[in-house]
């Protein structure tokens, strides 16, 4: 999941990272994980993106892979779609545990100003696709009068500015 790394080194732990993202307001629900993965396999980003994998983050928070974590990009790659939220069958709110990761990434000093900048760019994107998506969502609930099943489908499509 982390960009240039194939295994993690879980010598350097933190055993109280799970719990420090536990405590935080949104990561109250992290341990209800039991990784099935079909928050990644709902994911858009996912699907576009293998790095990028909700289950594998969860797993190395779970792991106290803290560092690893809060440096790396990945954790500014959700669209905050909550595609993952919906689907987890044990009641995740992964899009709300991403969240917790940026403010502590933030807060701990893991976050250069120039990715501050970046990031805050990707965000107004992700506001305007997260628009684009509701209105498609709706136009096809109108049209069909059943709830559209495939969110993850619908943000590609809007991504890809279809
Ligand atoms: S869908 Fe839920 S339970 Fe399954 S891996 Fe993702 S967060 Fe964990
Ligand atoms: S909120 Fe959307 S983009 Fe973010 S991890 Fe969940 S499904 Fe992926």
Same mark, same amino acid.
């Given at each position: 999941?982390?960009?240039?790394?194939?295994?993690?080194?879980?010598?350097?732990?933190?055993?109280?990272? +799970?719990?420090?993202?536990?405590?935080?307001?949104?990561?109250?629900?992290?341990?209800?994980?039991?990784?099935?993965?079909?928050?990644?396999?709902?994911?858009?980003?996912?699907?576009?993106?293998?790095?990028?994998?909700?289950?594998?983050?969860?797993?190395?928070?779970?792991?106290?892979?803290?560092?690893?974590?809060?440096?790396?990009?990945?954790?500014?790659?959700?669209?905050?779609?909550?595609?993952?939220?919906?689907?987890?069958?044990?009641?995740? +709110?992964?899009?709300?545990?991403?969240?917790?990761?940026?403010?502590?990434?933030?807060?701990?000093?893991?976050?250069?100003?120039?990715?501050?900048?970046?990031?805050?760019?990707?965000?107004?994107?992700?506001?305007?696709?997260?628009?684009?998506?509701?209105?498609?969502?709706?136009?096809?609930?109108?049209?069909?009068?059943?709830?559209?099943?495939?969110?993850?489908?619908?943000?590609? +499509?809007?991504?890809?500015?279809?």
């Amino acid at each position: 999941m982390v960009e240039e790394q194939e295994c993690l080194d879980l010598r350097h732990s933190n055993v109280h990272f +799970k719990d420090e993202v536990v405590q935080a307001a949104g990561g109250e629900t992290l341990t209800r994980c039991f990784g099935c993965g079909i928050c990644t396999g709902c994911c858009p980003v996912s699907e576009m993106d293998s790095r990028f994998r909700p289950s594998s983050i969860i797993q190395m928070i779970l792991l106290g892979q803290k560092d690893e974590l809060l440096k790396s990009p990945v954790i500014w790659y959700c669209w905050q779609c909550y595609s993952c939220s919906f689907h987890c069958p044990q009641g995740v +709110k992964f899009a709300s545990v991403i969240r917790v990761l940026r403010y502590m990434a933030v807060d701990e000093g893991f976050v250069s100003a120039e990715l501050m900048e970046k990031a805050r760019d990707i965000e107004e994107e992700i506001r305007k696709i997260r628009t684009r998506v509701l209105d498609l969502f709706f136009e096809r609930y109108k049209k069909s009068g059943s709830v559209p099943g495939d969110v993850a489908q619908l943000c590609k +499509k809007c991504f890809e500015g279809e």
